[in-house]
């Protein structure tokens, strides 16, 4: 008989593990794990064997932060070569967020790491986490995809392309720009799953900290001092959301105000407030003129990306034009 395979969950907090009580849902410590253990489902001879580490304290994922990212990260690191794959539960909030950030903390990785989370507590009758876990782990024991993904309703997307579309329903996620890496029917059908296979690689772990970023969208009737005021602040960087295909007000105090913060060193990121497509600033003149301005093209990156490339990118004390390169050059699949 084959070895079964080993997966390790660290369980962060979020809905998935909440129990009921008089203010609504809580996280609870142990709760999680005691549940799971009354599941005959997850201890089936088909099922890989699983170790269950719940973090301390357990959080709501709209409190995460890179902080949290890095002892993620870490805590992987340290149990990389003792697992055949990694878990990590999640609220949904923010876990978009958690998994591009986690795409580029962790490069060469070999072994799949598949975040998951729930809308309904696995507690519940009408659960969704039951079935997200049971998959996440067969997907990790059985069809692993050597990168960071995010497992939801039947689909597993490449972690860094997923962006939480709704707050309600099961089909939470989607993966506008990029075709889903398996989807779960019947069989587990690969789509657009990474034919890599990245053996005897050493798993490399970068820095990630947050840094001084912020978005603005863009609407008729924007007042250009409140912009103005924004980047004589501290910045780094700013992500502009823009409309269509990156086109913006055709008007010189934008353009003024934007071309005197790129000159200074500001990073200005061009996405649209589409959520799907691709940036093309050469595409009409309100679009071209941005790109005079020194303002960076977003391609096809979601929101959660672009933030999470800046702080990992702005994390490793790069001159400014490196940072400004490698913001449009496809790192870890998330741009196309
Ligand atoms: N607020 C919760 C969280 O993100 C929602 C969820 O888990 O789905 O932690």
Redesign the pocket.
């Known amino acids: 008989m084959t070895k079964k395979k080993r997966i390790y969950i660290a369980y962060t ?4 593990g ?1 129990k009921p009580s008089k203010e609504g849902f809580v996280p609870v410590a142990g709760y999680l794990s005691q549940t799971i253990a009354d599941m005959p489902e997850f201890f089936h001879d088909d099922m890989p064997d699983f170790e269950i580490f719940e973090y301390d304290p357990l ?4 409190n995460v932060s890179p902080k949290i990212w890095q002892t993620l990260a870490l805590d992987i690191q340290a149990r990389y070569h003792d697992f055949d794959g990694f878990i990590i539960l ?6 978009s967020y958690t998994a591009s950030a986690l795409s580029f903390v962790f490069e060469n990785l070999s072994k799949p790491v598949i975040i998951t ?3 309904i507590p696995l507690s519940q009758l009408r659960t969704d986490a039951r079935i997200n876990l049971l998959n996440a782990l067969y997907i990790a024991a059985y069809h692993p995809i050597n990168e960071v993904s995010l497992f939801f309703n039947n689909q597993l997307f490449r972690g860094n392309r997923s962006s939480k579309q709704d707050a309600d329903g099961f089909d939470a996620f989607v993966s506008p720009n990029y075709p889903a890496l398996l989807e779960a029917g019947i069989q587990i059908k690969n789509i657009a799953g990474s034919k890599q296979a990245l053996l005897n690689t050493r798993l490399n772990v970068s820095e990630i900290r947050e840094q001084s970023v912020v978005i603005l969208p863009l609407f008729p009737g924007i007042d250009w001092n409140i912009l103005e005021m924004l980047l004589e602040s501290p910045l780094q960087a700013l992500v502009l959301l823009t409309y269509g295909v990156g086109n913006a007000q055709q008007d010189d105090k934008l353009l003024n105000i934007l071309k005197s913060a790129t000159e200074r060193g500001v990073l200005i990121v061009n996405c649209s407030q589409c959520l799907k497509g691709k940036v093309n600033m050469g595409g009409y003149a309100t679009g071209n003129s941005l790109l005079e301005a020194g303002v960076i093209s977003g391609l096809d990156m979601t929101i959660e990306t672009v933030i999470t490339k800046l702080y990992y990118l702005l994390s490793q004390d790069l001159p400014i034009s490196v940072v400004a390169e490698l913001l449009t050059t496809n790192l870890r699949g998330e741009l196309s």
């Open positions: 907090g979020g809905t998935i909440m959080i709501d994922s709209a999640h609220g949904t909030d923010t876990m989370g729930s809308q």
